[in-house]
């Protein structure tokens, strides 16, 4: 059974950062694609970043180039994201998730197997 533990969530004020951190148990990590999702009340789940297995393919959603870095440590079986900037915007319920497969789809929710429970972003204005 995958586990997927996120963690790092909190208040900011805007233009601060933030860095939140998924911690994966239950499966090899180094060979699992990873990605963050967001969501807010009353709206769908929205894709953030991704990253494959091996580091070297990264990919993020408009609203956040520029402003986030998803990275991992396959040491730890961990992947982070940085969140810099930050805009009230940004506040939602951020969800880590794990792809076993080929990810042919790397900003698409149902490319993934496995999700986190979540951790809040609030970011005041």
């Known amino acids: 059974q995958v586990q997927l533990v996120e963690s790092g969530g909190g208040l900011v004020q805007a233009g601060g950062s933030l860095r939140l951190s998924c911690a994966v148990s239950?499966?090899?990590?180094?060979?699992?694609?990873m990605a963050w999702f967001r969501q807010v009340p009353g709206k769908e789940r929205e894709f953030v970043a991704a990253i494959r297995w091996s580091g070297g393919n990264t990919y993020y959603a408009d609203s956040v180039k520029g402003r986030f870095t998803i990275s991992r440590d396959n040491a730890k079986n961990t992947v982070y994201l940085q969140m810099n900037r930050l805009k009230p915007e940004d506040t939602a319920v951020y969800y880590c998730a794990a792809d076993t497969g080929v990810l042919a789809r790397p900003k698409v929710l149902f490319e993934y197997d496995y999700w986190g429970q979540g951790t809040q972003v609030t970011v005041s204005s």
């Open positions: 239950g499966r090899t990590f180094s060979t699992t694609n």
